[in-house]
């Protein structure tokens, strides 16, 4: 604050005063109060998250069977991985296709629900968030799946497509290699409607209600402009948000298969990278090898977080 | 230009908020388009509800028909009677597994809450060296998977010996990276002259967090403390807890229902109440997100 003044005072004085500021000591120590509320939530953060990532990374270079002491391997896990392991192979792109097609559609899912839902009030406006947020708050809701995709002619979809005449006997939807994706891309969209959801619904609340009314009088004619040119831009910070949760969501795809497909599943037809990362890690417990996997993951998705943020930039241009 | 639209606002404004007034950029075939296609989703979202309501309503034959039935026929509440009594037999008094459940979820949500918004509001209005390394951080923390790195996340735990207490719980869920990063993008938004009036009148970073700042993004923590009770809700804390009067209730409940067979009544209604809680709370802080808005008209 003091030194927006110095401009006016004899030049010397404030050059010498203005240099001081420049030093990073200065600096730190005007800013006092932000490190002193940062404090509580970093300290925490650094023994909670950043060590056991930081750990985990150095276990990713070691063979560790979580009895022994970690034994020091360099590369041999992540050559492992990219050369020998064909599994991970088809996981990685299981994983990819899942992402890719998931992704997005949720991310779009989210918006287009909650714009839909602000456009109620009170508690109905909660109670239709409630049915659409249903999925995410019921645990392991995609167990009524199971119901839906049973493999005999009591289940669900057999039922209708045997009633409608398409099928003329029961498919085991989730023992069949072909469908298996498929079916979990079905299911991972019912679920999509997350965090994301809910933080968009919250961002839309906080849109300037002002701002709607300059945009009707500067010509925007319909919702869809509406949308494009004011909403959207108004909850940028929301937008990515969405995003980056859109993204460790759909990388990180794993109950879902296990649940309906199995782990492992027919011919590693569901698998997904954290299916293989389960495998290891709880199962095998090869946890550096495991821990490979996980960096790897790590990887792709801050490189898709990048992509994403780019993109997401221009929106409303 | 700009007098015309200031000689306008006023009385647009009072049209705009007219209950019986037609919204503005609404046409009645998007309107149709939009709820049909609302009411067709819905059914299939609404779908884990129904049945969850249903189950714990179906005696216990109707649970076991094959082929299974959606809608319960003879509803009865005979499950949640058999609940009780198993409740009133569990070794610990069940009281203390809700005292626990309080602590933990609440602990949990209330610490994460406060301690991510103190640091998010540093990190969204003020510039300081170390600002975009520390908020780079939380973002990608969020993408390493969260199985691998429980292990090491155990071995500090104990090596702190916060193991078999409360604070094995509580205090990584409060270092959640989420939480901050929701924070900081709403708080990111609101105009910096809210701030600076503030501060001009003397009031110093701690009163301007806690009479500005949070008030005017109550929307998004809020919905902070919907996730956040979600995920201590569903935690068993099997992992960290050993004494049995630590436990949560999230851990005897699941505990009665693993029963078997013949519990299966017991279970269905320990399936309810474990979705019922985290819905009331969701309908509650839904209520009151939206609320917020309308009443503060805090925006310049």
Known sequence: MNGTNTENTVSQEALDIAKKQATLSYRIKRNKACYMMLAPYFILFFFFTVLPVVMSVAFSFTYYNMLEMPEFIGWKNYIKLFLEDDIFLTSLKNTLILAVITGPISYFLCLLFAWIINE??????????????????????????????????????????????????????????????????????????????????AGLQTVDKSLYEAAALDGVKNRWQELWYVTLPAMKPQLMFGAVMQITQSFAIADVSIQLAGNPSVNYAGATVVTHLLDYGTVRFEMGYASAIATVLFLLMVGSNMLVQKLLRRVGE | ????????????????????????????????????????????????????????????????????????????????????????????????????????????????????????????????????????????????????????????????????????????????????????????????????????????????????????????????????????????????????????????????????????????AVTFIIAAVPITFFLICQKNVLETMTSSGMKD
């Open chain 1, 120 to 201: 109620f009030k009170g508690w109905l406006r909660a109670f239709l968030t409630l049915i659409f947020y249903a999925p995410s708050i019921c645990g392991n809701a995609y167990v009524v799946w199971n119901l839906i995709l049973s493999g005999d002619r009591y289940g669900y979809l057999n039922g209708l497509l045997m009633k409608l005449g398409i099928l003329d006997e029961a498919i085991i939807w989730m023992k069949t290699e072909k469908y298996v994706l498929p079916m979990l891309i079905v299911v991972q969209l019912w679920l999509s409607l997350g965090t994301g959801f809910l933080s968009f619904i």
């Open chain 2, 1 to 268: 230009m700009k007098k015309e639209k200031d000689y306008l606002k006023p009385y647009k404004k009072r049209r705009f908020f007219k209950p019986k007034e037609k919204k503005l950029n609404r046409s009645m075939a998007g309107n149709t388009l939009l709820f049909v296609l609302m009411a067709i989703c819905g059914v299939a979202m609404v779908l884990p509800l129904v049945m969850v309501i249903n189950n714990c309503l179906k005696p216990l034959d109707e649970l076991y028909q094959f082929p299974p039935k959606i809608f319960v026929r003879n509803p009865t509440l005979e499950n949640f009677s058999d609940l009780f009594t198993l409740m009133n037999d569990s070794w610990v008094p069940f009281s203390r597994y809700i005292l626990n459940t309080i602590i933990i979820t609440g602990g949990g949500m209330v610490g994460h809450v406060i301690i991510a918004s103190l640091a998010a509001y540093p990190l969204a209005k003020h510039n300081f060296p170390g600002k975009n390394i520390l908020f780079q951080m939380v973002v990608l923390s969020m993408m390493f998977s969260w199985t691998v790195t429980q292990t090491p996340q155990y071995m500090i735990i104990s090596w702190l010996h916060i193991n078999n207490s409360y604070w094995a719980l509580v205090l990584p869920a409060c270092a959640f990276g989420m939480g901050l990063y929701l924070m900081k993008q709403f708080m990111e938004q609101l105009p910096d002259s809210l701030m600076e009036s503030a501060r001009l009148d003397g009031g110093s970073e701690w009163t301007i967090f806690w009479k500005i700042v949070m008030p005017n993004v109550k929307p998004a923590w809020l919905t902070l403390a919907i996730f956040q009770f979600q995920q201590m809700w569903g935690n068993t804390g099997s992992t960290f807890l050993r004494d049995e009067d630590l436990k949560p209730l999230q851990y005897a409940l699941q505990q009665i229902s693993a029963g078997g067979t013949a519990r299966a009544g017991a279970a269905a």
